[in-house]
Each structure stands twice: as C-alpha cells, then as structure tokens.
C-alpha cells in the first residue's frame, strides 16, 4: 500500500476544498439546512416538543445529506476528467482501490469536518436543557455513517459524468432512489416485498436517533459504502476493458453479488438481534425480564398500532417512545414477534380497521399551542394477537410504562393458561352493580381492569376457586364471619391472600369498621336492599396471622413533600424515599417497594405484630416519614341526624409519637438521673396520655425510649439527656402502614375443618395493607394523565403486591420503569417566569375591577339606607322611593358592572397576548444566538483562510505590478 501517495492525494482534496470559498458556502448551507430542520423556527414545534434532542432533524437529515454530498463530492472524478488531470492521477503508483479510499478520504474528511460544526447543536441543548450525551453519541454516530454511505454514492455519480452539475444531480437521484425500498414495501403490506423496507436509508437510520446502536444497521451503512466504492471501482477500471460488453455484464454482476452479500448480513444481523442502547436511561433496550418473556414465547404474536402521526406536545414524548419499544420488540422478537404501525388519521380505512376488528377508537385530548386551548381526536392504540386470542390497549395513556405494558400484553396473549386472581365480595364490591343504599349504579373500580390485563379474575362468594393464585380481600372488617373463616381455611391449606383493611375508608364511611353491618344513616331514607350479616371477628383473624390491626385508629403523618399543597390534611400520609432530614418509608430491600418514588395513604390504619412468635415471619414494606400519630375514630367524625359527619381538623389534637435512641453514654453520665427523666417526666414536657412506653433500660446500647409529645418538646427531652451525659439522636416514631407475612396460620376457630388454636402444617403468604382508598380509581386515572409534578406509585405497589404473591416476578422491575424527560428547562423557566408576571397581572385586574364594584354597590346601598333613614317620609312613599332609586341605581350599577367586567376582560386579553409575544421574542432571541453560535466559527475560519488566500497572492506578485 503506497500510503504517501494516498495521503497526498487526501490532503490534497481536503485542503482545494477548503482552500476556496465554494468550500465554505457549501459548509454553511449544509449547517442553516440542519439548523432549519432541528429547530424548525418558523412553525416553534422545537419548543412546543419541549425536548433536548435533534428529533426533528433525524427524519429530515437523510434529504439534507441527499443535497449536501453529492456538493461535496460532484468533483472528485468530474472536475479531474474536466481538467485533464485524471490522466496524471492515474499514472501514479498506485492502484485503482487505493486511490479511490484517498479520495473517498478526502470527501470524508470535509464532511466530518461540517458535520463538527453542527456539534454546536449539542451545546445548544445543553444550554436549553439536560440532554442525555449517550443518544447525541448514537445520533452523530448515525449522521457519520449515514454520511460516509451517502458520499461513497456522490462519488460513484462523479465518476460516471465530466460535467459537476451532472454530478450533483446524478448524486441526488441516486440518494433519494435509496428510500424506494420504504415506499414500495409500504405499498405492498402482508406480501413477501414487506421485509425490504429494512432496506431503506431512514428505516436503517431511526434506531440511531433513539440511541441504539443495532448490528443490522451498521452492517447496513457499511455495506452500503462497500458496495458504492466498488461501483466506483468499476467504473475507474473500466479504461482497462478490452471487451468491453462482456467486462461490463461481468462487473455488474460482481456488484450485484456484494449488494446481495450486503442485504444478507442486514437480514442476518435483524436475525441476531446485537442492539447497543447507548442512552443514559437505558430505556429503550430491553430489560432481562422482558427478554425472558420473549424467549418463552410458545407461539407467533402479532403486535399492531394505530398511531397518529401528530400528536399534542403532551404526548410527543409517548409516542416517540412507544414507537422505539416497538421496533425493539420487533427486532428482539424474531420471528415471535411481528410488528406493524399504522399511521393512522382521522376517517381513513386505518382509523375504519381499528374500530371495526378491535374497537380502537380516536380519543379527544387537550392540545395547547402558543398559549390556546384546543381539543384533538388522536390514535395511540394497540392490539395483540396470538391465535384466536387477543389483548387490546384502546388507548396508550402518556403515564403507563411503555415497556412493561407491551411486555405484560405479550406475555398475557401468548400464554395457554392464566392465573387466577379471587376476589372476596366484601362491604364494598369492586366489580360495581347496583346500590340499594344510594339507588345508584356504582362504577367498576380500575384495579380489576388493570387485573386483567394479567390474570383471570373471578368473584367469589364463598370458597376460593381451586388454582386460585392469590385472593384479593377487600375491607376484610366488613366480612361475616362466615366468609372469615373462608379467608382463614384458604390461608390455613397454605393459600395467598392480600387484604386492604381501612380503619377510615373515605368512599363510604358507612363501611368503617367502628359502623354496624347495617348503619341507618338517613332517617328519613329509609334502609333498602336486603340486610347484611353481622360483621365477624376481624382481630382474631389477623391475630391468625400474627398481626395487630385497631380498627379504631386512624394514623396521620406531618410530611407533605408537596410544598404547592400546604392545606392538605396530615391524615394523608406520603410515604418517600429517603432524604436529607427524613428516614426512607419504603423497604429498599425488599422487590415489591424498592425503587419506588412515593405512595399516599388516605387516612390508613396502623399495622403491628409481635415479635416473639417464631411460626411467623413480618416484613414491614411501607411506614410513616415525619412526626406520626394516631386519632380515634371518635375524634374524626360525629353521628348526626343525617348520619356520619366528618369533623373539621381544627378539633384534632395532634401529638406525635418521638422516638429518643440513647446511642452512648459518657464516663461521667447521670445514669440515675437519665433513668429518672423517663420515669418522672418534668413539667415542662408537657406529656399527654401516656408519655413513655417502657423504662429506659441502660444495660444495653442503644436503648429507645419515645415521648407522646410535639417533637419540639422532645427535642428539649433530648438536650436534657445530653446533659446528663448521654448521646442521643430523635427522630419520629415509624407507624406501619402495610406489611408482608410468611409463616403457618393459628387456626382462630373451628369452623371449616380447622381446630381453634392449631397451628397449619402448610406455609401461608399474605400482604396486610392498612388502606382501601390507596387503590380508588383516582390514582389510575392519576397514572393514565402521567402528571410530571404527581408521581404517585400506588398502583405499582399493589401490582407489584399480588405479582410478588402469585409469583409472577418478571413485570416487577419492568413496571418501575420512567423515563426521564429530558426537556428544555432554560426555556421552562423563561415561560415560567413571563406566565408567573401574566397571572400577578391578571391577579391585580380581577383585584381591581372588585374593588370597582364594590364602591359602586356600596354607594347604592347608602342611597337606598339614606333613604330608609329619612323621618319625614311615610313606609308607603319610602317604598316607592326605594325601589325607583333601586331600579335607576340598579341599571347604572349593571351598567358599570358591564364596563368594568370588559375593563377586565380587555386587561386581561392584554397580558395574555403580551405574555405570548414575550415568549416568541424569548425563542426567537434563543434561536438566533443557537444560528450564531452555529455558524460564527466556520464564518470566522473561512475569512481567516481568504485572508491568507489574498495575502499569499500578493505576496507572489511583483511589487510594481500590485495595485495601489
């Protein structure tokens, strides 16, 4: 290999390209044409997408490289056949392939060298926002590639021409032919041309702009530049044909051979399946349990979406992701698994399949574009199939997680046999129906929907159905005690239960368990319906299981980690990970809870067991955060004539329960009168019900006492002990909300073949939950809107409880999945601070136009009390002249009211259009500062090279012959 000559070659190509100004206008026409296309200025969607990536330039750069590489390399072969100068190239010593790579070099090269111009774009974003650095990697890994294919094409239509222009058109044609393959397939759907859309340059490219890096794609950009610099092979060999026809034919045949070689390594790296996901979050490459889904896989699945190509900005990041899963799964899945997306619109014979075959209809969601509310029907739907059966998700809802839910469809719709979920018909029935109380049809509640998207659900009055893999038991306080030993035999053969007890279940009171079975709460409605069976023993039955549980106490909690919300009551407790100044409420160790980023309980109950019964083992799962305490049933609601009232929060007394760990003790400690601070409390503790649970034993570090104080006064407890000598740290007493239970049942009667008080020769599971409302509907449709601001994990926990139980672990870690939206936070806070300024306006307008009309109805009450006021005047003429001054003031207040209420209107329609113009400025300015910051640096490099150009020129010129 003579590299001396093929570096000279290169470096000569690299430095005539830039060595004139042509050079530098295709440079910067290349970067405004990216820099239109990733930003899109003149229809804002950069920023109504709100997101740090170049995801709108992706589908566009294949037509932005179809005119910017045939420029660059129009004259790599033309302009040498136009000069002459090819004969001298080609008696150089050196061979056709290695000329054709130094020129190929040199191409190379001023591309890389435009496309690092456009690197600026990531600078760009990193100033807008947080983007993620492992998908700008696979982005720009795609363009250089993609590139490098695309110039090895401009130069094979150089070599075929002497004239650029030629070149160049030739160029274009040859690049956009590249998406026929796309098109014809599209056009043939369900026939054998189907699979060559994989041939297209776009399809190739996509997977690059989601940040994964797939084997087939690099075979493919690789081997498309193989099989271009061997067309210009060809063609620079051809001086060598003698027969020429017949060489000819022989050469098409050899490029036909690669291309086919070519295709079957695509189809052969699809085989494989190699992906790299590169991206931070790793969320586009598909987690071991989703992989183990697929390889389970017994029989085909086909998976088909109706998608709308446009969709709201509030849910671009949706579809953006469903698409990339979907194409993983398609590529992962082999011949398991088939995918088809339908870009579906409005009244097309799409839309018409998708509601006839699966009833998947367009959804109305708000659309807000430049500040205006707007209503859109869009397509985000899925159908799964597998033989005769077939699991729908009419709508993809922008919080679901996208991986787990397209995992979960397939697994459900492949598998033979389901397992069954039991549910207990209890006081509340959540299968909905007909309430005699109300007269009204109660809704079915969303965990039975979502249920079933997994499991064969049933009902079951009496005895769980055999197979039953977990039983779900709802408000077990309500039970008869008939249906209590039902639970209790199931647990005692070694079943699976999960109940949800709630000493204060908001939907209804009247299923406290503090109410009768049959509460009349209404005198004067009178009870209707049959009547219900007394309510069983529910404390024996968790203390079966080794469990405590007050039906009367309700916890409350002092942590609100949503400071927007200060008016919350502490009765809803959050449960967090751990942070600065608090504790985590979450098991980190264990599956079901970790990784979790908050759960409310509604006012739940408080869960305890003792820790000396070795038949059972307790795993606490979800506890209180702050300071925490409890209420009794009676200081939360009143019974009135009209049935249960709540009582207003001002009448709690809220004292929380403060833990004191002595950790050490000093060589000069007090220990008799550490002892004595927890037995005679001093007055100013200021103790209340009981002020400490036990003696302070010292024989053991640590050691705890806790205080039924405000966690102020035990603080001063604390310092008090530190005084004495003892190190101490305080922190608020743990209440737990929900727990895991493994171990062999005490029979707690001797109804269903068991023997009060004998202790099961089988293993039970059961997950205990101190709160019903944890699983209302709400929070499934709080879930579906995917609030950026609310992420509530109520829903896993309780999928992740009965999947824990029912032993179906794969969708666990799958269903903690999030993406995270890297969007443009420079910009948010830009919108956020001109929005913040508009509604302060707004504020101050309604304010005053207020304040007008109650100075005008003020001065028509005196009159009329002026009036009123009057001795001279008899009731009869004071009444007449009252109402004649209340109807003439009445129409001039009405008056005045009409003009001040469009005062307002017009005041406010004018910071809204001024807070919109302000935001467009903002994005124009940010905008032209990315153009400058864009295109400063080639400008910069290009005057500093015609500058030397000239001052090199002059200095070869005669002194007498410059000019003056």
Known sequence: MNTKTMWAIAKRDFLAYFGSLTGYVFVLAFILLTFLFAFRPWTGDFFVANKATLWLLNPWFPLVLALFAPAVTMGSWASEKQQGTDALLLTLPIQDWELIVAKFAACFGVYSVALAFTLVYVCVLEFFGDPDLGLMFATYLGYWLLGAAALAIGMFSSALTSNQTVAWILGVTFLVLTECPRFLAGSAEGTWLEPFAALSVLERYRSFGDGVISLQDLAYLVGLTAVALYANALVLGSRHWTIRRARMLHGILRLASLAVA???????????????????????????????????????????????????????????????????????????????????????????????????????????????????????GLAFTSGSRQVVIPFFDKGLPVQYELTRAIGAVAQLERSKIAVMSSGVDLFGGFDFQTMNRREEWKLLEDLRKQYEVTKTEGTAPVGTAVLVVPLPSSLSQEKMDVVAKHLYDGGKAIFFCDPYPEFDLSLAPSMPANPRTNPFQPNRGPQKPPKGNVAALFDAMGVTWKKDRIVWDDYNPHPEWPDIPRELVFVAPAGEDRPSGFNEEDPITSGLQEVVLIFPGELSWSSEDQDVEVTPLLWTCGLAGTHDWRQMVQEGFFGLQPLPEQSRIYEGRVDVVVRELKTNADKAGIVGLTKTPPSWLGASGGWAASELSLDALPATVFYDVPLSRARLAASELVGMGALVDVRPHQRVLALKIKGRLKAPSDAQGMSKGKRSEKTFEAIVVADMDMVSNVFYSLREQGRADLTLDNVTFVANCIDALAGEHSYIELRKLRPKHRTLTYFEAITKEFELKESEAIKRARDEAEKKLAEAKQRFE????????????????????????????????????????????????????????????????????AFVASTVLPVLLGVVVLVRKILLERAGVDVARRRS
């Open 262 to 380: 070519g295709i079957s390594l695509v189809f052969l790296g699809e085989a494989w399946g190699a992906r790299l996901d590169v991206t931070s979050a790793q969320m586009l490459s598909l987690r071991p349990e989703a992989r183990k889904v697929l390889a389970e896989l017994q029989r085909p699945v086909r998976i088909q979406a109706w998608i709308s190509p446009r969709v709201p900005q509030s849910y671009q990041a949706t579809r953006e992701a469903l698409l990339s899963m979907l194409r993983e799964f398609d590529a992962r899945g082999g011949e398991m698994v088939k995918v088809t997306v339908h870009e579906t619109e409005l009244y097309t014979e799409e839309a018409k399949a998708a509601e006839v075959n699966f009833g998947i209809k367009p959804r109305q969601v708000e659309a807000v574009v430049g500040g205006r509310r707007s209503v859109e029907e869009i397509f985000l």
């Open 862 to 929: 005196a009159k009329v009390k002026k009036i009123e006021q009057r001795t001279d005047l008899d009731a009869r003429t004071k009444a007449i002249q009252v109402e004649a001054v209340r109807r003439a003031e009445q129409r001039r207040l009405d008056l005045q009211e009409k003009r001040i209420k469009d005062a307002e209107a017009a005041k406010i329609r004018l910071e809204k259009t001024q807070t919109h113009a302000q935001i467009q400025r903002a994005q124009l300015h940010l905008l032209l500062g």
